[in-house]
């Protein structure tokens, strides 16, 4: 499902925690870690944990770690959106940055405001640009820093406890890949419906009745209208 060098248990036994920390900094805060396996590396890293393989701390300081580093990736995202956003927001696509990406986020944070800081945590891309749109909107600061606290230590600690307690189960244990491939599977789900939503709002917006009630159905250009 994408290059060897990021599959979570390569990452994991070649960095270590360290390597682990690293990642969730970079995917909630850097805008080039969207691509990075948030989720089914902190998954991994709880079954790793529980069998004892590669990681040697104890559970309660690797969830705590992973916390710290997830919350701090936000934050420097919400500076990153305070102090440049409105040029992101003009920047033009490149390889490691594009612009559906930024507006996919604020889309998110539009429909549900500061509960996002929280709920984009679980939502795969989203939750790297959240905080910079957070920031681009002047979310007040106080209120974000609760939120950014509230997600990092639900999204951060909440994967790692329940691989960790899945990871001593003989079939999960057994089927580790069949694991990481449900873990991405249930992860992609939020944007699906996210993504059904904002499509239904679209067509059930004013503007897309008047257009409706303005353009007979037979017209070529209301078949050719875009949605």
């Known amino acids: 499902m994408g290059p060897s060098y990021l599959a979570p248990e390569h990452l994991i036994s070649t ?16 805008l080039i870690g969207f691509f990075l396996p948030g989720d089914s590396l902190l998954f991994t890293a709880g ?3 529980a069998g004892g393989h590669y990681l040697q ?20 995202g919400y500076l990153v959106g305070r102090t440049v956003g409105p040029t992101l927001f003009r920047r033009a696509d ?13 889309v998110f944070f539009d429909s549900y405001g500061a509960r996002s800081v929280v709920l984009a945590r679980f939502v795969p891309v989203v ?16 209120s974000f820093a609760v939120f950014n606290v ?5 999204w951060g600690s909440g994967l790692t406890v329940l691989g960790y307690f899945l990871g001593q189960i003989a079939f999960v244990k057994d089927h580790i890949e069949l694991m990481l491939l449900g873990v991405v599977a249930i992860s992609v789900i939020p944007i699906g419906i996210h993504g059904l939503r904002a499509r ?5 917006s004013p503007a897309a009745a008047m257009r409706g009630d303005q353009e007979p159905p037979e017209s070529p250009q209301a078949d050719s209208a875009p949605l």
Do not use: K
């Open 200 to 204: 239904h709002a679209r067509r059930g």
């Open 57 to 76: 701390q104890p559970l309660w300081l690797v969830c705590l770690l992973v916390s710290v580093a997830a919350t701090a990736g936000d934050q420097v």
């Open 15 to 30: 960095f270590g925690l360290l390597g682990i920390l690293a990642v969730v900094f970079a995917e909630s805060g850097l």
């Open 94 to 106: 490149s390889r490691l940055f594009r612009q559906d990406n930024l507006t996919r986020a604020r």
């Open 150 to 154: 509230i997600g990092g230590v639900l």
């Open 127 to 142: 939750r790297t640009f959240t905080p910079v749109v957070a920031g681009a909107s002047t979310m007040q600061y106080r």
């Open 47 to 49: 079954l790793l944990v």
